[in-house]
């Protein structure tokens, strides 16, 4: 059987653990930093993880091993090799051809799947390995990491039922280290006290409230948004993606009062008229909404500035928020101007969406950065000077047949954090359309509280 500690003080002096102040992902100054990725480089320490590793997972039941990539890979695929059980892997992000599978391998649906990792700290990476994975068909059950760093994560995963197996925690990391003089008292207690003060860690931003988030506005129409929010307590915005102006005005009259704003695709209304702006505006004066105008720009900036101000619909003299991607770039984003507040579409909420991780990452990088965007339509965690636009939600159904998933308001505002609904079906095809604009409103506003 192999020695756990002899094991760790090998690899000690490969270099995967230091001390003194780093900077971590999360913002946070650590005392200490963790790379377990040297140990692919020595065959026999690898070796000697795969054993103890699988020592640990002599009782569990698996058809399969996944490394969470990238670190655990090699891990994965010598306790692969060690064990004769198959590995899959899982990939960072889904390919751009071919399958554009985001699991590599054999296997088939209701197998059970142990997932391995090399260190674990609020557990947040982990989640979303589970999540990508379980949606494939596999089962997750057990995980083995070599290196739990107690700040939160083995418990908030073993909270949601999964078996937690971790070969070291970061005190006995360093409690064996300072046995074996490589850490003097010192270091010890300064660590010590960093695990105790800081438990966890935030990768994501807390929840903050509608008053938290006015104070970081700059924008006119962000601070409108919030203070018509707090106002008429509701964060529901109404998309009302019918054909005629007349059924949108009549809608827009008997929901205005339960709405933040009634967003709208203005190319499918087939009698679209300056009067028709004019009523519509007038119903917003009155009810106190704003209007959001759903173009999704997605060209160079010319031909968006020329989309925006010209045309048939002249956006701009009428809309208080549009829609853009942000596929051109920042410098696209410009034509917009500074009074109309712009919404960034960083994830979209259709199936097989090709907005993944290093796109969205990119576009909220980019939104951050223009003065005039306001927030992005996404179905994930924003910084919190941006405000989130979550589409596709709705009480009574979970997606449609042509691609789109729904989600509840409390799902949006628990997982996502959401700033604001965005509801479209669940309202202009009810037969009671108010009735039911008051039942997102209160389903809305109640997550909100709940979740703030």
């Not at 590599?104 to 390995?129: A, M, N, P, Y």
């Not at 998933?405 to 359309?433: C, L, M, W």
Request: proline content about 3%; glycine content about 6%.
């Amino acid at each position: 059987m192999i020695n756990k500690e002899k094991f760790l003080l090998k690899s000690y002096e490969l270099g995967i653990i230091k001390f003194g102040e780093f900077t971590l992902k999360s913002g946070i100054l650590s005392p200490f930093y963790v790379d377990l990725r040297p140990l692919a480089s020595s065959p026999e320490l690898l070796s000697e993880l795969s054993q103890l590793l699988l020592a640990m997972l002599k009782d569990c039941r698996h058809e399969l091993i996944c490394g969470v990539p990238y670190a655990a890979l090699p891990m994965a695929t010598a306790m692969s090799l060690e064990s004769k059980v198959p590995l899959i892997i899982k990939r960072k992000e889904s390919k751009n051809y071919g399958t554009k599978k985001m699991l590599e391998g054999i296997f088939t649906e209701g197998q059970r799947c142990v997932l391995v990792e090399d260190v674990i700290t609020s557990g947040k990476s982990l989640l979303e390995t589970i999540e990508e994975v379980e949606k494939e068909g596999l089962k997750v059950k057990d995980i083995v990491i070599v290196l739990d760093r107690q700040q939160g994560g083995k418990e908030l995963l073993e909270n949601k039922g999964y078996n937690v197996h971790t070969l070291f925690s970061i005190e006995n990391v360093i409690d064996i280290l300072y046995n074996h003089e490589f850490l003097n008292h010192s270091k010890v207690i300064k660590i010590k006290n960093f695990l105790k003060e800081r438990p966890t860690v935030q990768f994501s931003v807390p929840r903050l409230t509608y008053e938290e988030k006015l104070k970081l506005q700059n924008h006119p129409i962000s601070k409108k948004l919030i203070e018509i929010a707090l106002s008429k307590k509701t964060n529901l915005i109404a998309s009302l993606d019918t054909y005629k102006s007349e059924e949108i005005l009549k809608l827009a009259d008997q929901i205005g009062d339960f709405i933040v704003a009634i967003k709208l695709h203005a190319d499918i209304i087939t009698d679209f008229s300056e009067n028709f702006v004019y009523e519509l505006k007038k119903i917003a004066a009155i009810k106190n909404f704003l209007l959001f105008e759903d173009r999704k720009f997605g060209d160079i900036g010319n031909t968006q500035q020329m989309q925006f101000n010209g045309g048939v619909y002249k956006i701009s003299d009428w809309a208080d928020l549009v829609t853009s991607h942000v596929i051109a770039g920042e410098e696209s984003l410009q034509v917009f101007g500074e009074e109309i507040g712009v919404v960034t579409i960083a994830e979209m909420s259709s199936k097989g969406t090709l907005t993944d991780e290093n796109y969205k990452s990119k576009a909220i990088n980019i939104s951050s950065k223009m003065s005039n965007v306001i927030g992005c339509v996404a179905q994930s965690k924003l910084p919190p000077s941006l405000l989130l636009f979550t589409p596709g939600v709705n009480l009574t159904e979970s997606e449609d047949s042509k691609g789109q998933q729904f989600n509840t308001p409390e799902k949006v505002f628990s997982d996502y954090h959401t700033d604001f609904i965005i509801v479209g079906r669940g309202i202009y095809r009810a037969k009671n359309p108010e009735q039911e604009a008051i039942r997102y409103k209160e389903e809305g506003w109640k997550a909100y509280l709940k979740n703030c």
